[in-house]
């Protein structure tokens, strides 16, 4: 079973920037893909950041250019940089690790990020 844990979390105005961190722990074997999802009040959990295995990434069209999904396997930890933050970046963020498509981990509780303009 895997365990996830997202930080960073906060209140930020627009313009500002923020790094979210998940720290992976447990099974962690045929994880080949680290991904951040996301989910705003009233709406559906989307795809923010993918990267897998190679380092290749891909990104929702609505954070290119703003956001960097990156991985320290000695830490076990997947981040999230998010630069240039808007209003509508505001959600909950939850990582999750896949093999392929499936996810290995339960979704947890998440990191609030909250945006002001």
């Known amino acids: 079973q895997v365990q996830l844990v997202e930080s960073g979390g906060d209140l930020v105005q627009a313009g500002g920037s923020l790094r979210l961190s998940c720290l992976v722990s447990?099974?962690?074997?045929?994880?080949?893909?680290m991904a951040w999802f996301r989910q705003a009040p009233g709406k559906q959990r989307e795809l923010v950041a993918r990267?897998?295995?190679?380092?290749?990434?891909n990104y929702a069209d609505s954070v290119k250019g703003r956001f960097t999904i990156s991985r320290d396997n000695a830490k076990n930890t997947v981040y999230l940089q998010m630069n240039s933050l808007k209003p509508e970046d505001t959600a909950v963020y939850y990582c999750?690790?896949?093999?392929?498509?499936?996810?290995?981990?339960?979704w947890g509780q998440g990191t609030q990020v909250t945006v002001s303009s």
């Open positions: 447990g099974s962690i074997r045929g994880i080949n893909a």
């Open positions: 999750n690790v896949f093999s392929g498509w499936i996810p290995l981990g339960s």
């Open positions: 990267i897998n295995i190679g380092d290749s990434t």
